[in-house]
């Protein structure tokens, strides 16, 4: 349904290295940058699913309602996405662990980012 996703960063080097810490567990490496943004997307990949922007001083996370959620092969990933994106300058939001709310085998973390955009990282367990 969604092509890609891109978000407006106030700065684009941190952004970078917090994306580049929270993806990497995920399976996403950076496919391309440039001065202006960068696209996170499978190794060797012509396309990115997601992309950051720089924005500067207009950069704005949506409010309490949205959030984006990544998918995670495994568990470890889940825990490498939030220990990363903790350590890569983001808030903690929720650590990994199941959430039965959301159905059964579903474990997840959250992280917000140096920007404020709220992001999961989760894994379906049968």
């Given at each position: 349904?969604?092509?890609?996703l891109?978000l407006?960063?106030?700065d684009?080097d941190?952004?970078?290295?917090?994306?580049?810490?929270?993806?990497a567990?995920?399976g996403?490496?950076r496919?391309?940058?440039?001065?202006?943004?960068?696209?996170?997307g499978?190794p060797r990949?012509?396309?990115?699913?997601?992309?950051?922007?720089?924005?500067?001083?207009?950069?704005?996370a949506p409010g309490e309602?949205?959030?984006?959620?990544?998918?995670a092969?495994d568990r470890?990933?889940v825990?490498?996405?939030?220990?990363?994106?903790?350590a890569?300058g983001g808030v903690?939001?929720?650590?990994?662990?199941?959430?039965?709310q959301?159905?059964?085998?579903?474990?997840a973390?959250f992280?917000?980012d140096?920007?404020?955009?709220r992001?999961?990282?989760?894994?379906?367990?049968a």
């Open positions: 349904m969604i092509d890609h891109s407006g960063v106030a684009l941190r952004s970078l290295a917090f994306y580049d810490a929270t993806l567990p995920l996403h490496v496919v391309w940058s440039h001065e202006r943004g960068a696209g996170y499978p990949s012509a396309d990115e699913p997601f992309a950051i922007h720089a924005a500067g001083a207009a950069a704005r309602g949205c959030h984006v959620a990544f998918a092969a470890a990933a825990d490498a996405f939030h220990a990363g994106g903790v890569a903690d939001e929720g650590a990994p662990g199941l959430r039965p959301y159905g059964e085998g579903y474990y973390a992280v917000r140096p920007d404020g955009y992001l999961e990282a989760v894994c379906h367990e």
